[in-house]
């Protein structure tokens, strides 16, 4: 597994998550950097939450008909997107999942939070939210300002 972060301190964080390895995408060419990683193979899927910023450089680290999942838009979403990239780039695949496509009733979201919460307990996800980014609902609008200026790693909680 290699995560793409945007700073140093999340570099570390990625690392003690269980990234094999860690690209700054503000720094570092991602593409190139997969690349050498994988002595030139490039790797079968890239799940990105970034968006609009690293698209390019995400369909470039993917092998011929590899798969593209979307899912974020921290840095804007993607847009105007030209499907014939896909076949000049290696015949790729590209979703856009969310939520509510995978979650639209009561049975499926208490499968869902069922099948987490055993992840959970089981140990094979590990759930670490920093203090710093525990906040009081009276403080959601401070909440909201945290995230937005893209200084939180990880999970966020609002206490009531």
């Known amino acids: ?49 970034v968006g609009q910023s690293t698209w390019l450089a995400s369909l470039d680290s993917l092998k011929r008909r590899g798969l593209m999942v979307s899912f974020g838009n921290a840095s804007g979403p993607v847009s105007g997107v030209n499907l014939g990239i896909l076949n000049q780039k290696g ?23 069922n099948a987490l919460f055993d992840m959970i307990l089981s140990g094979n996800v590990k759930v670490d939210v920093p203090q710093s980014q525990i906040f009081a609902l ?14 939180t790693q990880g999970s966020s909680l609002l206490i009531p």
């Open 91 to 113: 015949g790729l695949y590209v979703t856009r999942p969310s939520l509510g496509v995978y979650v639209t009733n009561r049975a499926e979201l208490d499968q869902a939070s």
């Open 138 to 151: 009276k403080d959601a609008q401070k909440a909201h300002e945290t995230i937005e200026s893209r200084k």
């Open 1 to 49: 597994m290699i995560g793409t972060v945007g700073s140093a301190d999340k570099a570390l964080r990625a690392k003690e998550a269980g990234a094999w390895d860690v690209i700054n995408y503000q720094s570092e060419d991602i593409a190139a950097r997969v690349k050498d990683i994988t002595h030139g193979e490039k790797v079968n899927v890239v799940y990105d939450s």
